[in-house]
T-cell receptor, first 112, second 116 residues
Framework: QKEVEQDPGPLSVPEGAIVSLNCTYS??????FMWYRQYSRKGPELLMY????GNKEDGRFTAQVDKSSKYISLFIRDSQPSDSATYLC????????????FGKGTKLTVNP | NAGVMQNPRHLVRRRGQEARLRCSPM?????VYWYRQLPEEGLKFMVY????????ESGMPKERFSAEFPKEGPSILRIQQVVRGDSAAYFC??????????????FGEGSRLTVL
């Protein structure tokens, strides 16, 4: 079983839709959970960061962590064509300078 | 403030040649990470370095791969005697400090290696 599982999609939605992206993991030591966004031919950039369980909201983006189920989600409200990218979940057992374990990424296309 | 700079952006090598990938971290960052992204795969950790020290190389293949981060100059990822399976995008990331924090890594745009 892989440490982090993420459905690679691709996912195609109309503009304005609510998008739900998910990852499951097997390592109960993970405490720090991140979502990175990667545009085509670019490096990943940090989108959301959460520690332990709970929700975090930033504008149109909401990250949820359920440690009991080993499940994390990223919701995008009112999706825009500019949100079209690959979304990578990542996690680590310790924050700061610690190697991250990434999911494969979900490719999202938002159609105008 | 310049971001993480990687070069070359694209590199083509024939089997058996050497590949050298360079990474200059963001100004003020002393921690460098190398990740590899194979086609249709997620990013995989390779190595974590601080100036003149390898902190964690648990993701590095045992042979042909090496990394350094000298006191002066960029970090270098070196792949000797490349094979077709080494074709991938190699990303460098940097962070400012060690310890509990955001875990934010600042990634470069990657070096794409193609082995013919």
């Amino acid at each position: 079983q892989k440490e982090v599982e993420q459905d690679p999609g691709p996912l195609s939605v109309p503009e304005g839709a609510i998008v739900s992206l998910n990852c499951t993991y097997s390592n109960s030591a993970f405490q720090y959970f991140m979502w990175y966004r990667q545009y085509s031919r670019k490096g990943p950039e940090l989108l959301m960061y959460t520690y332990s369980s709970g929700n975090k909201e930033d504008g149109r983006f909401t990250a949820q962590v359920d440690k009991s189920s080993k499940y994390i989600s990223l919701f995008i409200r009112d999706s825009q064509p500019s949100d079209s990218a690959t979304y990578l979940c990542a996690m680590s057992a310790r924050g700061g300078s610690e190697k991250l374990v990434f999911g494969k990424g979900t490719k999202l296309t938002v159609n105008p | 403030n310049a971001g993480v700079m990687q070069n070359p952006r694209h590199l083509v090598r024939r089997r058996g040649q050497e590949a050298r990938l360079r990474c200059s971290p963001m100004k003020g960052h002393s921690h460098v990470y190398w990740y590899r992204q194979l086609p249709e795969e997620g990013l995989k950790f390779m190595v974590y370095l601080q100036k003149e020290n390898i902190i964690d190389e648990s993701g590095m293949p045992k042979e042909r791969f090496s990394a350094e981060f000298p006191k002066e100059g960029p970090s270098i990822l070196r792949i000797q005697q490349v094979v077709r399976g080494d074709s991938a995008a190699y990303f460098c990331a940097s962070s400012p400090w060690q310890g509990e924090g955001t875990g934010e890594l600042f990634f470069g745009e990657g070096s794409r290696l193609t082995v013919l």
